[in-house]
């Protein structure tokens, strides 16, 4: 039995499941079933031992960490398909999340987990370039169609926005979208401050859901690139 538009969601190491609650609130109302995970293994104090410790990557690319988020996704993942078949089925997170979903998509990373590829579609908010996780050539076995959304003040622990460009430069083509929201940081993607960003990212998502490669709608403020 097919059932209703499905999203998973993973937050970043410093969040919790209530950060991305804007997108499931926003959702669910339009007939999306939405599950929003919370990671035991993450929160303000995983990224304040991150900021301030002299080996930020151990800390960020910690293969536990991985080991348990994968663990949640499995039960998640179960859960929303017990008694159906969404269409589509779409794994989504933020920051250490957008890690996590794009490890699941088939990206290779600098832990052993993911590639299992189970999604139809996958959305990276605030996705890694080259850095702490990811190398030169780690997308070019993803297939399925990405959304990837940033903000011009996206800054992170490995530069500015435009290093997260390099994901999706070196995803291969086919049904591959980049959001950039003009102003939007990396806080305010992530569910904290600035409605209007959120705004902007929820009706990109729910086009890219919709409507996967078609053309979007566009709003000002944001920039749009399809690959």
């Not at 993450?42 to 991985?66: F, H, M, N, Q």
């Not at 169609?145 to 011009?152: A, C, D, K, Q, S």
């Not at 904290?192 to 705004?199: E, P, V």
């Not at 996967?212 to 000002?220: H, L, Q, R, S």
Request: glycine letters at 12%.
């Amino acid at each position: 039995q097919q059932c209703s538009p499905t999203l998973i969601l993973s937050h970043g190491l410093g969040g919790n499941r209530e950060g991305l609650a804007y997108i499931g609130e926003s959702l669910a109302p339009h007939g999306y079933r939405v599950a929003v995970m919370g990671h035991a293994e993450s929160g303000r104090r995983e990224l304040l031992r991150a900021v301030t410790s002299r080996d930020t990557s151990s800390i960020i690319t910690d293969p536990k960490k991985y080991a348990a988020r994968f663990m949640d996704l499995d039960a998640t993942l179960a859960f929303a398909t017990r008694d159906c078949k969404p269409f589509p089925l779409v794994l989504g997170g933020h920051s250490m999340g957008a890690a996590t979903t794009m490890l699941e998509a088939g990206a290779r990373g600098k832990v052993n987990y993911g590639s299992a590829d189970r999604f139809d579609a996958y959305i990276a908010i605030s996705p890694q370039g080259v850095g702490w996780m990811f190398d030169h050539g780690a997308w070019q076995s993803v297939r399925k169609p990405v959304l990837m959304i940033t903000g011009t003040e996206d800054s992170g622990y490995d530069g500015d926005y435009t290093t997260r460009l390099v994901a999706f430069n070196e995803l291969p083509p086919g049904q591959k979208r980049l959001a950039i929201i003009d102003g939007a940081n990396h806080l305010n993607l992530g569910g904290r401050r600035n409605k209007d960003a959120q705004r902007q990212a929820i009706t990109i998502i729910r086009d890219f859901i919709e409507r996967y490669n078609t053309a979007p709608a566009v709003e000002k403020g944001v920039s749009i690139t399809d690959k």
